[in-house]
Nanobody, 123 residues
């Protein structure tokens, strides 16, 4: 059974940092492209970052330099390091896994999704 479980969310003041984790069971990260998405209340889900099977990465242009995506193949865990957080980063964050080549910032690329972890940044 394929399952993705996010953790690491929480409440932080502006300027702070959080590291999100996404643990996978039922499949190996080495065979999937992986991504992080977020959705704020009343807004559409948007791509944050993605990492392909070969380790190449892509980021939402507005987040590049503050967020870093990485994965640990041994632990089968995906990470999102978030620094210099802003109130506008407040959202539910989701990890996703997909079978396509490369990686993509669109939700339709991905086959499996986690339940999400809430990130709240206060000013």
């Amino acid at each position: 059974q394929v399952q993705l479980v996010e953790s690491g969310g929480g409440s932080v003041q502006a300027g702070g940092s959080l590291r999100l984790s996404c643990a996978a069971t039922g499949f190996s990260y080495s065979t999937y492209s992986l991504g992080w998405f977020r959705q704020a209340p009343g807004k559409e889900r948007e791509g944050v970052a993605c990492i392909a099977r070969d380790g190449s990465t892509d980021y939402a242009s507005s987040l590049k330099g503050r967020f870093t995506i990485s994965k640990d193949g041994v632990k089968n865990t995906l990470y999102l390091q978030m620094n210099s957080l802003k109130p506008e980063d407040t959202a539910m964050y989701y990890c996703a896994a997909g079978l396509g080549a490369g990686c993509a910032m669109r939700a339709s690329f991905y086959n499996y999704w986690g339940q999400g972890t809430q990130v709240t940044v206060s000013s």
